[in-house]
């Protein structure tokens, strides 16, 4: 299976700020990456797919990057309903797998 | 609109079996494949397998082989995941979600997710 390692696992950042998380992946997994925000008691959201392409409906604050084994998420000025937990999971081989998730707290 | 209905939560004993049903409307039940991932409390996300609502094929993740069957009823665009031999490991809040493609083949992408079914595993 392959294994998608988040980085930090958690993260205090203000309103207004520039956020990155990053995610790495065991294998190359190409530009089969996805991210998801879950906020407490809901279900995840898809965010971000294959790596860089904005899901319909998502503000455009939001931003994906990388290819192979080294993508990231920025948020380029955090919202207060930015404040959730993020995940990035793998499409390119089942099993699927995620991230362990970045919270992401108020300073 | 798109929407995944799930039946509601459900306690077992460890060793029964629980089926979760997942009703879906506001699109063309058989083009998209349908997926299912489970969250334990606190803990993070965890794919179980993918079925096609079209020709019923399915694929599972080789944790859950030998103990999940993923099912399709056209009739009433409903999927379903039956999990059997339950043990308190398998407490969790168990997601129905659309493939964001439609079409012959999925992408692996999940766009609309279901409002989840805690089933909690306890003697």
């Known amino acids: 299976d392959i294994q998608m390692t988040q980085s930090p696992s958690s993260l205090s950042a203000s309103v207004g700020d520039r956020v990155t998380i990053t995610c790495r992946a065991s294998q190359s997994i190409s530009t089969y990456l996805n991210w998801y925000q879950q906020k407490p008691g809901k279900a995840p959201k898809l965010l971000i797919y294959?790596?860089?392409s904005l899901q319909s409906g998502v503000p455009s604050r939001f931003s994906g990057s990388g290819s192979g084994t080294d993508f990231t998420l920025t948020i380029s000025s955090l919202q207060p309903e930015d404040f959730a937990i993020y995940y990035c999971?793998?499409?390119?081989?089942?099993?699927?797998?995620f991230g362990q998730g970045t919270k992401l707290e108020i300073k | 609109q798109v929407q995944l209905v799930q039946s509601g939560a459900e306690v077992k004993k460890p060793g029964a079996s629980v089926k979760v049903s997942c009703k879906a409307s506001g699109y063309t039940f058989t083009s998209y494949y349908m997926h299912w991932v489970r969250q334990a409390p606190g803990q993070g996300l965890e794919w179980m397998g993918i079925?096609?609502?079209?020709?019923?094929?399915?694929i599972y993740a080789q944790k859950f082989q030998r103990r999940v069957t993923l099912t399709r009823d056209t009739s009433t665009s409903t999927v379903s995941m039956d999990l059997t031999s339950l043990r308190s490991e398998d407490t969790a809040m168990y997601y129905c979600?659309?493939?964001?493609?439609?079409?012959?083949?999925?992408?692996?992408?999940?766009?609309?997710w279901g409002q989840g079914t805690l089933v909690t595993v306890s003697s």
């Open positions: 079925i096609n609502p079209d020709g019923g094929s399915t």
């Open positions: 294959a790596a860089s």
């Open positions: 979600i659309r493939d964001r493609s439609p079409g012959a083949f999925w992408s692996g992408n999940f766009d609309y």
């Open positions: 999971q793998q499409s390119y081989s089942t099993p699927y797998t």
